[in-house]
């Protein structure tokens, strides 16, 4: 069984996983509505990324019989001064949220919470994925910032060659998603 300090740091960590679904799918609706399909479409599959890693957490604190918790969210930003600053705030939240998981590793290590520990190290590893992508998309955007349509021609280049290959050492969801 998990500790109660893990497991409360997990319930957490969940309500940040749903703000980050939020806020992508707030950007994607932004990208969508400046007709930039591939920037949205990028900032969609993000957010269905970050539904499932909430949901990774719920199915981890039910097979520990540790009490997942849902928690209501705040609204996300939906204004933005360009196309660049989305990609900014995505990357200060990809940031945000590799200090959250670090911190999450850390009380798992306190506890001795080996099982809190182990499952934890994928988001780790996703997580430095996730800044790097950020990263690289927002250097990409900012400079192409004033021939947008060669920020799309990019993705569209970076979307058909990307794998989805899938990981076996990632958790799977609750509800039976990538079970």
Do not use: C
């Not at 604190?61 to 939906?78: E, F, H, M, R």
């Amino acid at each position: 069984m998990t500790s109660t300090a893990f497991a409360d740091a997990v319930n957490e960590q969940i309500g940040h996983e749903y703000a980050a679904h939020q806020q992508y799918v707030a950007i994607a609706v932004f990208y969508d509505s400046k007709t930039l399909p591939y920037l949205a479409q990028f900032f969609y599959k993000q957010a269905l990324e970050e539904r499932g890693h909430a949901m990774m957490m719920v199915q981890y604190l039910l097979d520990q019989d540790a009490g997942p918790i849902v928690p209501g969210i705040s609204p996300p930003k939906t204004d933005f001064d360009d196309i660049s600053a989305p990609v900014a705030l995505a990357l200060e939240q990809e940031k945000t949220v590799t200090k959250q998981i670090n911190a999450m590793a850390a009380v798992a290590r306190d506890e001795n919470d080996f099982a809190g520990e182990q499952f934890i190290q994928w988001f780790i590893k996703e997580q430095v994925e996730e800044v790097s992508s950020m990263s690289d998309l927002l250097t990409v955007v900012e400079r192409l910032i004033d021939t947008p349509m060669q920020i799309e021609d990019h993705l569209a280049r970076e979307l058909a060659g990307a794998t989805g290959g899938g990981d076996p050492t990632e958790p799977s969801q609750a509800g039976g998603a990538g079970a």
